[in-house]
């Protein structure tokens, strides 16, 4: 398990500029913000990702909920867990129905500040829908449930990531668990919202988690400038808006910037920091949704039908851009 990050006085300064953007009155207040840093100039070197070799599921799945109790010493770390179940698909999402046939590949998803997992539920139920187990844990200093908010917990938070990966596969082989022999554990992403962003970037620098296959960042951005991205390549997919008012494109872009592995970039032009991401209705939602499941289809089941489909799709009905180097 990753330790805990130091407090350095770069990362100090980046999470000062998160709890100012995080206390700034919004539209959308519990999709909190992170901080601008500096363009820096891409890597000059890069490393191949594994190439996959797989198909993921053809037909959407119906999709079970369940809460898991966790904690890692003295951090409450509730998780909903979305999973793929038996049943019609399209449906609200339901407790108590059992997990659908198959082992399907896991993904850990942290909230914003002052936001909760069900925030964006929108998204994670299309995301197990489309065949992954989703476990989103509320952090216990900066959710919106938080009774002692503090922004610079999210140095702990990639920490917490882990502990969570850890007891969620577990239950993979634990009888009578009703994802007992469902769980793809060889197969694992992190994604994560704003300072969930900045949460999942954390996995793959600071507190490099060597189970990780590919990572998502939506409106997110690195803990200050010089962020070293170590381990085995992990493809990396940002999500961006250009009129992002807490988290800056250019801060997102540079952060981008400095991933030496398989990428890509899917900026929306008309975007702000949350609604336009994710939240249904917005003509860039389903954009946004079907980039980031075809970007787990073939990053996670190694489906080379979703790699073909990700430029098109990314550019459909003009509401995005897609900077594909993957």
């Not at 999402?93 to 500040?113: E, I, Q």
């Amino acid at each position: 398990m990753p330790r805990r990050c130091r407090r350095t006085p770069v990362l100090v300064t980046a999470l000062l500029a998160v709890a100012v953007a995080g206390c700034s009155p919004q539209p959308a207040p519990h999709w909190g913000g992170a901080t601008d840093a500096p363009s820096v100039p891409a890597p000059t070197t890069s490393a191949a990702a594994p190439a996959p070799s797989g198909s993921a599921p053809a037909e959407p799945f119906a999709v079970g909920v369940r809460q898991l109790d966790l904690a890692r010493d003295d951090r409450a770390l509730p998780v909903t867990l979305w999973y793929p179940a038996t049943g019609d698909a399209g449906g609200t999402p339901r407790t108590g129905v059992r997990a659908a046939a198959g082992r399907f590949p896991v993904v850990a998803f942290s909230h914003g500040l002052t936001g909760t997992p069900q925030d964006y539920a929108a998204v994670l139920t299309r995301w197990a829908a489309a065949g992954f187990v989703v476990a989103a844990p509320r952090f216990p200093k900066t959710s919106g449930t938080a009774t002692q908010p503090d922004v610079f917990d999210v140095l702990n938070q990639p920490a917490d990531v882990s502990f969570v990966l850890t007891e969620v596969l577990a239950l993979d082989g634990r009888d009578g668990d009703p994802l007992a022999g469902r769980l793809d554990t060889d197969r694992v992403a992190a994604a994560g919202h704003s300072a969930g962003g900045i949460t999942t970037l954390g996995l793959f620098t600071l507190a490099r988690d060597e189970r990780l296959d590919a990572g998502i960042v939506l409106a997110g951005s690195a803990l200050g400038v010089g962020t070293t991205f170590s381990g085995a390549a992990a493809p990396q997919l940002f999500v961006h808006g250009e009129l992002d008012e807490v988290v800056s494109y250019a801060s997102g872009k540079a952060a981008y910037d400095q991933v030496p592995w398989p990428k890509a970039m899917l900026s929306l032009p008309d975007g702000d920091h949350g609604r336009s991401l994710l939240r249904s209705g917005d003509p860039a939602f389903e954009v946004v949704v079907d980039t980031t499941a075809d970007f787990l289809r073939w990053t996670l089941y190694g489906d080379p039908d979703a790699r073909r489909r990700l430029p098109d799709g990314a550019g459909r009905g003009g509401v995005a851009s897609f900077d594909d180097r993957l």
